[in-house]
């Protein structure tokens, strides 16, 4: 067996965006995504840059760095024909993909250029464990201070899980003015595909830009979330009628090209602030192959269900004739249980067009039914992991949390979690502080840090009571998800040998007098301080959101770098001289 880092020497691959315009995924006529990247298109000496007698393994070593550039600042855009300020990476809206082999180092450079007003930020690299480099999982307050207006932060990371994801901002509701973006990491494939359309991004999007949409909620009942529209890789074009001077009847539809009997693996996530997303394509059916960054036994289907941060990647088999077209759909469940969303267009649609289509005519397909199933994923007898792995029968420690929507004691109705809202210290992350030894924190419930010490596993049993679904999100691991219902969990486990594993699972709603409940296990084997929160923004804002911090006796041996109490200078210095307007939770 070789050892990939012998047979490479590191090597700094840089990627530059060349195109113009605003948008970052053209998609018709851009080439299927590779397999997996080369170095400068060299054939690799093992045939993969992995070893592919160990797919479920840990990461190779490909002494490969990947490395990015952003410029990230705020710009108008248009993406659905109504022009609104954004935060845009590098002038692009969504943020460009990143992409990586198994086992690389991804390395992003991070330029705050957001001036008048100045924000902090920070970038999150969705369900990338981050096993040794706890301090770049993006989340201020916990992991760094943010990266201050002016200043630049370098990401450094390994790719130690393959398959589809994203980044966002982690500070407030920031991410839904732009700053997000997918990230796709090349690993071994165990079902065959022909083509690789890439990523699929659906986004729910409003009008009014984050700190309006977040302040606003303070007014009206959370339950009840004004949606806009509602996005494939930024665009459906938006009615215009209401407002004629701010925006475009030009605007357009993302389109996809499909190939006549080839297989097209699509690579869908929720990159959204609030909805539940029916993913659908008219006429075609869908087989999942992962679900996260986690491999699944293939099953097929008319409809994913992808809760805010959720990923699943199909395998659609164009069996139409070459010269069709048909829409792809994003519908927002705007069920009452199920967001109780309004939105002014909750149907997104993008074109997809066979090799020989006329492409000067939309599709004229219709759409699939779906049931709006309570706002769940599939069902966890459906989900089932490729590679096995059992959870221990008995963990070392069982929590429960109880999830409310309630009244503070000055009147304000915010989120709980048992007795505590989360509110944000950006100037003391807690993994920092943990660093150095100090890790009770009488002073500040509001920092919700759960110490699971030197526990082997961990079972956290959430129970739901607010009227609407949490798609709930662990930072730093996948974790089993055990059972999900609803009253009083009876301690049976589905597919106890091997349960689904993901890094994020919808808890659906509950009530007052019988909540639901979802059952989560993951071993505490990850040294750090991780986020456990409910993925849409305004319940984090009003704060939904724990910490679990692992196994501080190994924190404190870690070897941190400089540049982070670096950061938390330059910012210290930064918020001395700005207001930093905390309208929220911070995170
Ligand atoms: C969008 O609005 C800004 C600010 O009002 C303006 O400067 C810009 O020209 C507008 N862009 C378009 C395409 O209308
Ligand atoms: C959904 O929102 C509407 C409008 O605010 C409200 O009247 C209704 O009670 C909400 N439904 C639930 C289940 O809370
Ligand atoms: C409307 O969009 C089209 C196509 O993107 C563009 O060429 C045109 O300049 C836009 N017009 C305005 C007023 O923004
Ligand atoms: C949360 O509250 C429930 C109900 O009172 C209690 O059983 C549980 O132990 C509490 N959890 C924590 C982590 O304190
Ligand atoms: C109640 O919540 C509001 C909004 O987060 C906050 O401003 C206020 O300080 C809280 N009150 C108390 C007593 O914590
Ligand atoms: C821990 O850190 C907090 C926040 O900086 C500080 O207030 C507290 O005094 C520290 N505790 C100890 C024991 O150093
Ligand atoms: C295990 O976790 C519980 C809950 O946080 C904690 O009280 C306990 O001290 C931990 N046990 C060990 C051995 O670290
Ligand atoms: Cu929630």
Not at 456 to 467: E, G, L, T
Request: hydrophobic share 35%.
């Amino acid at each position: 067996m070789h050892r990939l880092d012998t047979i490479f020497p590191s090597i700094l691959i840089c990627f530059s965006y060349l195109a113009t315009g605003l948008f970052s995924l053209e998609t018709l006529d851009s080439p299927s995504l590779a397999k997996f990247l080369t170095r400068d298109g060299t054939p690799l000496p093992s045939g993969t840059p992995w070893d592919s007698s160990d797919p479920a393994g840990s990461a190779p070593r490909t002494g490969v760095i990947r490395s990015y550039d952003w410029v990230i600042s705020r710009g108008y855009g248009d993406p659905d024909g109504f022009n609104r300020s954004l935060i845009l990476i590098n002038g692009r809206y969504p943020g460009p993909l990143v992409e990586a082999n198994w086992g690389d180092t991804i390395q992003v450079t991070v330029h705050n250029q957001i001036y008048h007003p100045g924000e902090g930020l920070s970038i999150h690299w969705h369900g990338q464990p981050q096993t040794k480099s706890p301090w770049m999982d993006g989340v201020p307050s916990v992991s760094q201070c943010p990266i201050a207006s002016g200043s630049s932060f370098t990401y450094t990371f390994t790719a130690e899980v393959y398959g589809t994801s994203w980044y966002h901002s982690h500070v407030s509701a920031q991410y839904i003015d732009g700053l997000y973006g997918p990230m796709i990491i090349y690993g071994p494939s165990h079902v065959s595909y022909d083509i690789d359309v890439g990523p699929i991004l659906l986004t729910d999007y409003t009008h009014v830009p984050y700190y309006e949409f977040i302040s606003d909620t303070y007014d009206r009942p959370a339950i009840f979330l004004p949606i806009e529209n509602n996005l494939i890789n930024g665009r459906n074009p938006f009615q215009c009628n209401q407002n004629l001077e701010t925006c475009n009847t030009t605007a357009a539809y993302s389109r996809f090209r499909f190939y006549k009997g080839k297989k097209h693996r699509l690579r869908v996530m929720n990159t959204g602030g609030t909805a539940n997303q029916k993913f659908t394509i008219d006429d075609h059916r869908l087989t999942v192959i992962a679900n996260d960054y986690v491999p699944i036994i293939p099953y097929t289907t008319d409809v994913v269900t992808l809760g805010v941060g959720q990923r699943t990647d199909v395998i659609v088999i164009a069996d139409m004739d070459s010269d069709s077209s048909v829409w792809m759909r994003a519908d927002i469940d705007t069920g009452e249980l199920c967001g109780n969303t309004t939105t002014i267009l909750s149907h997104a649609r993008a074109a997809i067009y066979y090799e020989d289509a006329n492409m000067d005519k939309l599709p004229s397909s219709s759409a699939k039914a779906w049931d709006s199933n309570n706002c769940a994923n599939d069902p966890l007898e459906q989900t089932v992991p490729f590679y096995p792995q059992t959870p221990p029968l008995t963990p070392e420690t069982t929590q429960v949390y109880d999830l409310r929507y309630e009244a503070n004691e000055t009147g304000s109705i915010i989120f709980f979690v048992n007795e505590t809202s989360f509110r944000a210290d950006y100037n003391n992350p807690i993994l920092l502080l943990a660093y150095l030894d100090n890790t009770s924190y009488p002073y500040d419930p509001e920092w919700n840090v759960n110490n699971f010490g030197v526990n082997k596993s961990i079972r956290a049993i959430f129970r739901n009571y607010f009227p609407g679904p949490h798609p709930l999100h662990l930072h730093g691991h996948n974790f089993w998800v055990l059972a999900e219902g609803v009253g009083d969990w009876d301690g049976s486990i589905v597919n106890p040998e091997n349960p689904q594993r993901r890094d994020t699972h919808i808890l659906g709603p509950g009530t007052e007098q019988i909540p639901s409940f979802v059952v989560f296990e993951w071993l505490n084997d990850n040294p750090g301080v991780w986020p456990f929160h409910c993925h849409i923004v305004i319940h984090v804002s009003l704060g939904l959101y724990i910490n679990s911090m692992e196994h501080p006796d190994l924190i404190k041996q870690q070897q941190i770098p400089a540049i982070m109490a670096q950061t938390c200078r330059d910012w210290a210095k930064w918020s001395g001289q700005n207001v930093v307007d905390q309208i929220d939770s911070g995170l």
